[in-house]
């Protein structure tokens, strides 16, 4: 019976035996080089590099990596698990899936064979650190409408820009930078670049953006000025191919958005129900309450369908089959419930629940920016209503 065990202990016929024994490393490393700094990462609004050396020694970057380029070459389940114990642990997002599932799947699927080698076995070890550049001041969802340009000429590329809310913006070494480079044409004159960060002129970076949660994850921005990088530096093999290249990769990231959706809402489930088992109210645990069993009762069912869709989606997307409508649904429906469940457990912590140092008040804070992230919710809605 579900009320016999921890909703987090729900399992899926989709992880084999070997899945299962990467889990318990990954839920090593963030008890073991994550949660002891937590407290001091969320002060100063930065993780230490060490964290990223460290994840490299225990395997936990660019995992779908081919092996020639440093990675592991396993299957998307991984990173799955990653997030997963992420969130099981209490660990504070750090930047880890931009990294590795966002930034390093772009340069090994359209990266030309010196850019794959160059920088792929620098981010498996952590001694590059990757970020993606896309939202600028006026410009997030709407891709279409970037203005960082890129203009051609003899020696390179010029950049001038400005990009904000960049996660991994301040200890990046690498970026991958969406850019104008053609102003007249009638598809979107989009191209991606490789930005090697390390004393290069015209870069600067502003001030750590103060955000309402994850506060260890550093989030920049970004300013270019004359900034001049190699033609080779182009990702992909002629201009104008940003935009597609970006909604292909938008699926993945909204299926791993909806990951940490659903794991959100099982860990905000569990904890509360731990914390009605031992809080007491007029003389019994407040778990003994009707309206604290029914709120539960609905956050766990919540919990429950989510799980179901999203192991789905992960399904459809190992076979190929994952659409961007249903991407869309998932990415929407799970953060919606996410966000909801999440504020229900906060509220059956009573003023407990306020305070940073019980785990539901910093999950609270973390999961408001997924209804916006990876595509604001009312921009799937939009992705979905397209596709009737």
């Known amino acids: 019976m579900i009320g016999e065990q921890s909703v987090e202990t729900m399992t899926t016929s989709l992880f084999s035996e070997e899945h299962e024994i990467f889990r318990a490393t990954a839920r090593r490393y963030f008890e073991r080089e994550c949660l002891p700094y937590a407290e001091e990462w969320e002060k100063r609004g930065i993780v230490d590099r060490e964290a990223w050396t460290k994840a490299a020694e225990y395997g936990v970057l660019c995992m779908t990596v081919d092996p020639a380029y440093g990675g592991a070459g ?101 970026i991958v930078l969406v850019a104008r480079t053609d102003n007249e044409a009638e598809e979107p004159g989009i191209s991606l670049f490789l930005i090697e960060t390390n004393g290069l002129a015209g870069l600067q970076r502003g001030r750590k953006l103060d955000k309402i949660g994850q506060k260890a994850s550093d989030t920049a921005e970004l300013f270019f000025d004359d900034v001049l990088v190699p033609h080779a530096n182009l990702l992909g093999e002629r201009e104008g191919r940003g935009f597609a290249q970006l909604m292909d990769r938008l ?17 905000a489930v569990s ?14 645990p407040i778990l003994h309450f009707q309206n ?97």
């Open 74 to 174: 396993v299957d998307a389940l991984y990173p799955v698990i990653l997030l997963e114990e992420q969130v099981r642990t209490g660990a504070p997002p750090i930047g880890l899936s931009v990294h590795s599932d966002i930034v390093a799947p772009y340069i090994e699927l359209y990266g030309s064979e010196r850019q794959k080698q160059r920088c792929l076995p620098r981010m498996a070890a952590g001694e590059w650190i990757g970020a993606i550049a896309m939202s600028e001041p006026s410009t997030g969802s709407d891709l279409r409408a970037v203005q960082t340009t890129a203009r051609r000429v003899s020696d390179g590329y010029l950049i001038n820009g400005r990009k904000t809310f960049i996660t991994n913006g301040h200890l990046a070494d690498l």
């Open 292 to 388: 604290t069993r029914f709120k539960l009762a609905e956050s766990l069912t919540l919990a429950a369908v989510a799980r179901s869709f999203l192991n789905k989606c992960i399904g459809d997307y190992m076979r190929g089959e994952l659409s961007a409508e249903k991407a869309a649904m998932l990415k929407w429906w799970t953060t919606e419930q996410q966000c909801h469940v999440v504020d229900e457990c906060l509220q059956l912590h009573g003023g407990y629940g306020y305070m940073r140092e019980f785990p539901i008040a910093r999950l609270w804070a973390d999961s408001r920016v997924a209804k916006i992230y990876a595509g604001t919710n009312e921009i799937m809605k939009e992705v979905i209503g397209r596709a009737l």
């Open 251 to 267: 699926v993945y990231e909204r299926l791993l958005t909806g990951v940490v959706a659903v794991a959100s809402m099982e860990k």
């Open 271 to 284: 904890l509360t129900t731990d914390y009605a088992k031992v809080r007491h109210a007029f003389g019994r």
